[in-house]
T-cell receptor, first 116, second 109 residues
């Protein structure tokens, strides 16, 4: 089966500019996650969607970050305006949300954002 | 905050078994132990998970102590492609993943 797709793979912007990342999850996966991974750290969950509804956005900096998942499939994460500390890899993941089994999350390759 | 403690780095000779320890002394009865790994420039990859019993799949074995306060991930015959950061995570099924800094495993030729 096709994996989680993300684009772009790399993005360089200047501070105060805006940027958007796109994610296409594995077909049929109801749950979609966005993570931020700063160099040298583990991924940190920013937002979790169940279909097109938000389940957890407690760690999303809502003054500058926004995310949507229209129609419960693709998702877009936006940063506006970007700050230097937003430089990181942004990972998208999806899972089938079954109550049984591993409920493993499948991750995309990530988008590496550099803010200058 | 991560609920696990892992050594920051380990080395293992190619072809030998790699044993990665994890301490989770505050684990609750309904929390599972999950292992993910992240190869350089890739997203994390699920390896294995378990509750109480030892588990084995095509990638690895998971040994959980009887008191469930620690566990060991075993890669039976490490190859260079197993060089990665390995994350041990405890969570209730369907709860969010909270990653720590993991163990950076280097397989030495």
């Amino acid at each position: 089966e096709a994996g989680v797709a993300q684009s772009p793979r790399y993005k360089i912007i200047e501070k105060r500019q805006s940027v958007a990342f796109w994610c296409n999850p594995i077909s049929g996966h109801a749950t979609l996650y966005w993570y931020q991974q700063i160099l040298g750290q583990g991924p940190k969950l920013l937002i979790q969607f169940q279909n097109n509804g938000v389940v957890d956005d407690s760690q999303l900096p809502k003054d500058r970050f926004s995310a949507e998942r229209l129609k419960g499939v693709d998702s877009t994460l936006k940063i506006q305006p970007a700050k230097l500390e937003d430089s990181a890899v942004y990972l998208c993941a999806s899972s089938s949300s079954s109550l049984k089994g591993a409920n493993e999350q499948f991750f995309g390759p990530g988008t590496r954002l550099t803010v200058l | 905050d991560a609920k696990t403690t892992q050594p920051p780095s380990m080395d293992c000779a190619e072809g030998r078994a790699a044993n990665l320890p994890c301490n989770h002394s505050t684990i609750s009865g309904n929390e599972y132990v999950y292992w993910y790994r992240q190869i350089h420039s890739q997203g994390p990859q699920y390896i294995i998970h378990g509750l109480k019993n030892n588990e084995t799949n095509e990638m690895a074995s998971l040994i959980i102590t009887e008191d469930r306060k620690s566990s060991t991930l075993i890669l039976p015959h490490a190859t260079l492609r197993d060089t990665a950061v390995y994350y041990c995570i405890v969570r209730v099924v369907n709860e969010k993943l909270t990653f720590g800094t993991g163990t950076r495993l280097t397989i030495i030729p």
